[in-house]
């Protein structure tokens, strides 16, 4: 999985927050601070807030879900995400699903963890390689979460990395969907104290999960013994 350039220093400073202000995967508390969502529906800018924009919106779980709605129903939903106060995003009463701002003030919805930060048995910082230019962080899951990620993966990636996918991706923009090429489900967004850090799509079923990002080895390290004490 791999993410656009610009988003890679947004990352790495917003990891490193959460790090230094969460008690990481080791308990019961904190662990939720470091979430990975499926994306639901392509996600929207918002332009304009208004109160309460979900109120009686049926708001779907999954991206099957979002398909069954009428179409006038889907372009209330894009409305809704668009009407988000980013400052204080919504919360879905009844359900898993998550309304979450980017650093960009681009909407998504999103749906039940597929892991969170308890998950995560053993965070390793990633050296420079050939083939990669920066750090990056490594992270080994529960044989659980692992377990949920491989299914999941399996079901929801590109099978072709073709035009826009051959290099980076990092957001649902072009358009996803179940009638595109590529489906929302195919990228999950990594969510940070609550704000959506990365979006990548996946290209491969996995178990283990890397994050790329702007870092450096003194960051990096730093990230992976917070997320893994």
Request: net charge positive.
């Given at each position: 999985?791999?993410?656009?350039?610009?988003w890679?220093a947004?990352?790495?400073a917003a990891?490193a927050?959460?790090?230094?202000?969460?008690?990481?995967?080791?308990?019961?508390?904190?662990?939720?601070?470091?979430q990975?969502?499926?994306?639901?529906?392509?996600?929207?800018?918002?332009?304009?807030?208004?109160?309460?924009p979900?109120?009686?919106?049926?708001?779907?779980?999954?991206?099957?879900?979002?398909y069954?709605?009428?179409?006038r129903?889907q372009?209330?939903?894009?409305?809704?995400?668009?009407?988000?106060?980013?400052?204080?995003?919504?919360?879905?009463?009844?359900?898993?699903?998550?309304?979450?701002?980017d650093?960009?003030?681009d909407?998504?919805?999103?749906?039940?963890?597929?892991?969170?930060?308890n998950?995560?048995?053993?965070?390793?910082?990633?050296?420079?390689?050939?083939?990669?230019?920066?750090?990056?962080?490594?992270?080994?899951?529960?044989?659980?979460?692992?377990?949920?990620?491989y299914?999941?993966?399996?079901?929801?990636?590109?099978?072709?990395?073709?035009?826009?996918?051959?290099?980076?991706q990092?957001?649902?923009?072009?358009?996803?969907?179940?009638?595109?090429?590529?489906?929302?489900?195919?990228?999950?967004?990594?969510l940070?104290?609550?704000?959506?850090?990365?979006v990548?799509?996946?290209?491969?079923?996995?178990r283990?999960v890397v994050?790329?990002?702007?870092?450096?080895?003194?960051?990096?390290?730093?990230?992976?013994?917070?997320?893994?004490?």
């Amino acid at each position: 999985m791999h993410v656009r350039a610009r988003w890679l220093a947004l990352a790495a400073a917003a990891l490193a927050l959460s790090a230094c202000t969460s008690s990481g995967s080791g308990g019961s508390r904190g662990g939720d601070w470091f979430q990975a969502r499926p994306l639901i529906m392509p996600g929207q800018h918002a332009t304009a807030v208004r109160a309460d924009p979900f109120r009686s919106l049926r708001v779907p779980a999954t991206e099957y879900g979002y398909y069954r709605l009428s179409r006038r129903e889907q372009a209330q939903l894009a409305d809704a995400l668009r009407a988000v106060d980013c400052a204080h995003p919504p919360r879905l009463a009844g359900t898993a699903d998550r309304v979450v701002c980017d650093t960009d003030s681009d909407v998504l919805l999103l749906g039940a963890p597929i892991f969170t930060g308890n998950d995560v048995t053993r965070a390793e910082p990633l050296p420079p390689s050939e083939s990669v230019a920066g750090w990056r962080l490594s992270l080994s899951l529960t044989e659980t979460a692992a377990d949920t990620m491989y299914r999941w993966t399996s079901r929801y990636h590109v099978m072709r990395q073709t035009g826009v996918f051959t290099d980076v991706q990092m957001s649902s923009k072009p358009p996803c969907g179940l009638a595109m090429l590529t489906q929302c489900s195919d990228f999950t967004a990594y969510l940070s104290n609550g704000v959506v850090v990365s979006v990548p799509v996946t290209f491969s079923a996995v178990r283990t999960v890397v994050v790329d990002g702007d870092f450096n080895e003194k960051l990096v390290t730093r990230l992976a013994d917070k997320i893994a004490r």
